[in-house]
């Protein structure tokens, strides 16, 4: 049974950075890409970006680009999500999500997802 | 960025209720339009992809639920409503990214 479980909540503070952890099991790691998406408290899903777990490739969103790191470690099966300078409307819950698609490289639909992690940025 | 807008934002239905929702693209997006249920406090979970493929490896989505369309209009229909169908719906476009998404629709039984 494909399983993603994501890393516990946190509260950060403005200004500082969060890495939120994905682990995976149940499927070959290296064979689908990641995705990650957050969701605010009463808004709509917001897709942040993607990392080709085959060559560590990854695109994100124009919107995060600059203070968003997706990487991966293929020993441990797990990707991450770095978010930096925090402010309070970064405070949602994100979300990562496997690829639909064996070896896809145009982005596909997400199944399944994580269990989410609530990320607090408050001061 | 493409923009996708869903409609109603919220319906009240009966139980055995044909249930439609609506999502519009504004450009084309070819079929590249995956639908998802979220129930409060979980993850969503992919209902049917590519506008009108049911999922079934990870989430064995009952044949109540279809998709259709393509270009910019897409609908997901529940052909008879069922009290688990509580929850809101997403349409997501994977055309171009970013891969966005629909405001939703919240779905309640009556």
């Known amino acids: 049974q494909v399983q993603l479980v994501q890393s516990g909540a946190e509260v950060k503070t403005p200004g500082a950075s969060v890495k939120i952890s994905c682990k995976t099991s149940?499927?070959?790691?290296?064979?689908?890409?990641i995705h990650w998406v957050r969701q605010a408290p009463g808004q709509r899903l917001e897709w942040m970006g993607w990392?080709?777990?085959?060559?560590?490739?990854?695109r994100s969103s124009q919107k995060f680009q600059g203070r968003v790191t997706i990487t991966m470690d293929t020993s441990a099966n797990t990707a991450y999500m770095e978010l930096s300078s925090l402010r309070s409307e970064d405070t949602a819950v994100y979300f990562c999500?496997?690829?639909?698609?064996?070896?896809?490289?145009?982005?596909?639909?997400?199944?399944?997802w994580g269990q989410g992690t609530l990320v607090t940025v408050s001061s | 960025d493409i923009q996708m807008t869903q409609s109603p934002s919220s319906l009240s239905a009966s139980v055995g209720d044909r249930v439609t929702i609506t999502c519009r693209a504004s450009?084309?997006?070819?079929?590249?339009l995956n639908w998802y249920q979220q129930k409060p406090g979980k993850a969503p979970k992919v209902l049917i992809y590519?506008?009108?493929?049911?999922?079934s490896v990870q989430s064995g989505v009952p044949p109540r639920f279809s998709g259709g369309g393509s270009g910019t209009d897409f609908t997901l229909t529940i052909s008879s409503l069922q009290p688990e169908d509580s929850a809101t719906y997403y349409c997501?476009?994977?055309?171009?990214?970013?891969?966005?998404f629909g405001g939703g629709t919240k779905v309640e039984i009556k």
């Open positions: 999500a496997k690829d639909g698609v064996l070896a896809g490289t145009r982005g596909n639909w997400f199944d399944p």
């Open positions: 149940g499927y070959t790691f290296t064979n689908y890409a």
């Open positions: 990392i080709n777990a085959a060559n560590g490739g990854t």
């Open positions: 450009q084309s997006i070819g079929s590249y």
């Open positions: 590519l506008a009108s493929v049911a999922s």
């Open positions: 997501q476009q994977n055309s171009s990214p970013p891969f966005t």
